[in-house]
């Protein structure tokens, strides 16, 4: 009987360094996985969401656009794996990748071994949630944090939580995008139906009542966090 052979792990590689780009291509390629390369920030958002790899390496300084713009840009419309690469050892660097929505992070010069040992690492964590999704993709669980889709029910540890329709999508956009910061763009842009007034008090306001109804902290608060200058952050860890 004829098996089927395993499907090829595709990445994009968006550096324009090119001595550091084909060393990486071609050690990759020898290790069965198909490596296309982009040289401009300006130009990876469309390849991105466009080609939709199964992972993607981006360079941190890049002629066009950097990639913390690219990553904050494809984040919301992209969910495989996007590992960052720079040559600045500086934790505010891996701060805002991390927060732009960045799953990994790591310093040059790096060798390709240890590039793909990262890559892998990412690929596995994706793998192993979306596997996890896939057994129930209507719902999500952060300890004692229980949100149902399906029949758009909140649930904290032993008492229901009503939320209007407004309310519910963004509580769910924020739950499922968690460990990411959003901007007050990405929120209008993934909501459509949340007014935009200017000042964006309307999604502040919604924010202000999801952490009452949660019972988080209003003035230091740890479920949705607020990061300064750049948005809001739903928590994994502060549900017990």
Not at 79 to 104: E, F, H, V, Y
Not at 193 to 201: N, S, V
Not at 205 to 218: F, N, Q, W
């Amino acid at each position: 009987m004829a098996t089927t052979p395993p499907a090829t792990t595709r990445v994009l590689l968006v550096e324009d360094d090119d001595l550091f780009a084909t060393s990486i291509r071609v050690y990759m390629q020898a290790q069965g996985i198909e490596v296309e390369v982009e040289t401009r920030g300006d130009l990876a958002v469309d390849r991105i969401l466009s080609s939709r790899p199964d992972a993607v390496v981006l360079d941190c300084m890049l002629p066009g656009k950097d990639g913390f713009e690219v990553c904050r840009e494809v984040r919301m419309r992209y969910t495989g794996p996007i590992m960052l690469l720079t040559a600045r050892d500086q934790d505010i660097d891996q701060m805002l990748g991390l927060g732009l929505g960045a799953d990994a992070y790591l310093v040059k010069p790096a060798t390709p071994h240890v590039v793909l040992a990262h890559l892998r690492a990412c690929l596995r964590r994706v793998q192993g949630s979306t596997q996890s999704a896939e057994r129930d993709p209507d719902e999500i669980r952060f300890g004692r944090f229980f949100i149902s889709r399906a029949t758009r029910s909140v649930r904290l540890g032993e008492k229901d939580i009503a939320f209007s329709t407004a309310e519910f999508d963004l509580l769910w956009l924020l739950a499922s995008r968690a460990g990411t910061v959003l901007s007050r763009d990405d929120i209008n842009g993934a909501l459509r139906h949340i007014e935009h007034d200017g000042l964006d008090r309307s999604i502040d306001m919604r924010i202000s009542r999801l952490r009452k109804r949660l019972g988080d902290d209003a003035e230091q608060p740890v479920r949705i966090k607020t990061v300064r200058g750049q948005g809001y952050l739903f928590s994994r860890t502060d549900w017990n």
